[in-house]
């Protein structure tokens, strides 16, 4: 194990945006905008944001943007909730979201809201608690959270709360760390946090933990990168992040950095990818790596960020 | 990009990605110049599904193709007939595309999409769910589909039950299976339905079942949860009850205005000073309820209207939901002897999370004394300033005092006398998980033996049926945590934890153990005796705070020297008055959110832990703020002066502090603590009279 490679991860996300000839990079092609996300915060979080040039990336954004008021996940594709929230992301790292029409924005996300409080990812009508944090921790960004019923929201969620303390996509759904981070965050950023029992699923969050230091999605899976992130922003919400042990996963998301050419991958010696060198990253950050600046664990952006957006006067 | 080993791409397998790649880019710019321009032929649409089989999660290619189903289907010239066969074309698209990957969030709606139009046959779903679900047991997409169809089918809970039955015989160690068999056993039990009338009935069968997994391999987790949900389903109380309260039942309560009451005959377990006019009445129940209000709780007293009195949910949140609730009884300024008479859920309106009523009524009376005001007293108020020193306490009950009398410590819990009855069969079924677990772990020294055992005791203790409130086993679940401890050092923590709340128990479990932390606090400055009752539970390495319900009385506490990094739960104690948490693992301020419920505490130690130390707060979310919009916006207009940059930095000081009233603060020892941010402390808190022990003018 070595330590963060940090200049070799800036290069290598430099680097992606380059490499548009690969078959990989075509496939992804639909999801630049989430890929915009993860390679810009990790830089902010690595504290290299200003090697980009902010203008150019967000004409790009605005370009993604429909009539709807809803973002595409990159030209030419239809607009969906989930770019939404990350063109709304790194609108908000760049302290840029004065470039957008916020009620345009907002009523894209309010209209997706169904009668029972969840909400759709898009007009086509797929129903996942993904959607619902999606949709209030965008709203939230926007400081207009009070244009959707909170109360049914938080109660949708609280319908996919499972046996064991977790949430799954839907009601019935199997818990899911992925879909346990959404739910918390959802439920953090309502101040709802009292419906989740913090001892039950705690203990199903840090029995993800497996030998090798890694986490974990669900039981008796393999370990991979992406957890640290989903599992360690619920643990941590809910306060209970000190029953796992954070020096084994700091090892562990060490052991996965490519550091010849940069970039983390889910698992040791596996290929690197954007998804997984921020999921990395802010999994450090997260277990106070030095040198990293910290993030928040509900609405997934630099702490900083955050705050100058929520405590301005 | 999931378990693709990491290698140096060779230069010829660049070359055919970059042409795979541009291919898949034609392909991809034809397909938007179609959708873009609205055009559904029969080429366009092939051209989609051919992109689909490339790439399934090309999401506007599926939106593309529920916009042609969409114009067929609009077609004056479609019948049932064409479009079924539209739509079964398109479930063979989705077939094919989950084929190439088993996971794709697109075709599996598309799939979902294309049913909900009520004219595909379902018959053929469970035959290739059963192919799919058989290649992969484990895919959380293959399951929600299972309960959408069967839902859609009309397919009774039986059969499902049956199927997760045989899945689980086919594999253990499938979780997916017995989480939805927990649903499923959940939703049969809540409908009563045939064969399931009772969870006597049910559960014994299921946890035969689940030991058969536990049995196979202690160590996959696969079964773990289950047999948790079982154990708690075994043991829950549907309905609550109340557990504790202060004042507690034949109690007499001594209510003093600001000046020492000497050689008085009443116990300092119960004499509160109070000059507000008014005293705390609290209850705690065995879970979280709503409703307890003026019309689910009367209050009879010589003198205060009960509808008069307002209850709160002691919850951190704005939630109207609580299992700790308080109001406030006004008393009048002359002196006063009275009985009071509560009545807690004799009507009904009380209920519990799981939805339903108080069916345990309660009712306690205790007896007050008021004795008045009287403003020319030249000393300042009791609680108002404490050295924390250990020379300053001493044992209770060593000297004169013990003619004094001191609480009954049975009368700390409400006495539940319609309880044991309910639980006769869980009593067995729970000596006989102990018995099981005992045989596991005499066969192999496993880490969920040790946890299951130790958790079955504690809940086997705490029942009514066994003696009083007597924790006979405390001693041996407390060695389990210890060996565990060892046995599984990266849940080190956890087991700490829940060390911490099984020793607090312990203490508080009879009164010679909870006498042995009873002090009497006098300095060298008061010259007379007249402090309540300080408990003392430093140095005990506690990590984690507890048994509340039994400290309900307590007016000063030190809690320092331990491992606290948090003190959930302790807004319980409405009648706390001084706190220290020096020397604890405490990170931020945000984990003081607890203390702005006790509107009574003036002096704070919080000296000599990590505040300021971390970048990452633990707490952050379970505080109230705007991030968590559980504040207003009014904090906007507060009128305390202090600036934007130091809100900015240090918001978490000051919507705590703001909130409290205290006079006595320490704070030195923790790496926030400097001159600069202690006189933003200083305007945050104008009731502050001493900082780090030095006078503030």
Known sequence: ?313 | MHGRPRKAPKPEDEAASAAKAQKLRALQTQFFSYHHNKIYTKEAVELSAKLLEINPESYTAWNYRKLAVEHYLSQPKSNSNSAKSILDDELRVVESALRQNFKSYGAWHHRKWVLSKGLSSIDHELILLDKFQKADSRNFHAWNYRRFVAELMNRSKQDELKYTEDMIYTNFSNYSAWHNRSVLLSTLLEKKAEGFLSKESVLPEEFEFIHQAIFTDPDDQSGWFYHLWLLDQTVKADSSLLVSSWPAHGSDVLVLGDRCNNGSAFSPFTTLQSNSGSFPIVLYFNQSVEGVSSSTVTVESGFNNSEDLVWKPLSLSNSQTAQVWVAHLKFPTSELHSSVKVSVGHSKGIISASGSQNSYPSIFSFKVHVQPIERDSSQGSVSESILWRGENFKVYGTQSEESIPIFSFDQLSMRNDHEPMASNWCAEALAKEIECFRELLSLMDCKIGKLTLARSLMVYDAMSFSCANKLVHSEEVLELYSDLMKLDPSHYSYYKDERSLVLLQQVTSSRESLMKHCFQYKDSVSSTICKPICLRLNHLSLSRMGAFEKLLWVQILDLSHNELQSIEGLEAMQLLSCLSLRNNKLRSFTALDPLRKLKLLRVLDISYNQIGEHSIDTTRYLCSSPLSHSVGSEWNNDETVISDVALINHWEAFFIFKELNLKQLDIVGNAIADEKFNSILVKVMPTLKQLDGELLD
């Open chain 1, 1 to 313: 194990m070595g330590e963060l490679a940090v200049d070799k991860h800036v290069q290598y996300i430099l680097s992606v945006e380059k490499r548009k000839d690969s078959f990989e990079s075509v496939v992804m092609d639909h999801l630049r905008m989430n890929g915009a996300y993860w390679g810009l915060t990790t830089l902010d979080l690595l504290g290299k944001l200003d090697t980009v040039d902010a203008d150019e990336v967000i004409s790009w954004i605005m370009k993604c943007q429909h009539e709807s008021g809803g973002f595409s996940g990159n030209i030419g594709h239809d607009p969906h909730i989930l770019y939404t929230v990350s063109a709304v992301q790194v609108l908000a790292l760049f302290n840029k979201l004065d470039v957008l029409d916020i009620d345009k924005v907002a009523t894209y996300i309010t209209g997706l809201q169904n009668e029972d409080g969840s909400f759709s990812g898009d007009i086509w009508g797929e129903v996942d608690t993904r959607f619902s944090y999606i949709a209030i921790c965008c709203l939230s960004i926007l400081r207009c959270l009070d244009r959707i019923n909170v109360e049914k929201a938080v109660n949708y969620i609280l319908s996919c709360k499972n046996l064991d303390g977790g949430f799954g996509c839907t009601p019935g759904g199997e818990s899911h760390a992925g879909q346990i981070f959404c739910c918390v965050g959802a439920l953090a950023i309502t101040g709802s946090l009292h419906h989740v029992d913090k001892d039950l699923l705690g203990w199903w969050l840090c029995e993800r933990q497996v030998k090798s230091g890694g986490l974990n999605g669900r039981p008796e899976k393999l370990p991979d990168v992406c957890y640290s992130w989903w599992v360690l922003t619920s643990l941590i919400m809910i306060d209970r992040v000190h029953w796992i042990d954070k020096e084994k996963l700091v090892k562990f998301i060490l052991n996965c950095q490519d550091v010849e050419n940069g970039g983390i991958s889910d698992r040791p010696d596996d290929a690197v990818d954007v998804f997984h060198t921020y999921f990395g990253v802010a999994g450090l950050s997260l277990l106070e790596y030095p040198g990293l600046k910290a993030i928040d664990p509900a609405y997934a952006l630099p702490v900083d960020v955050i705050n100058r957006i929520f405590f301005s006067r």
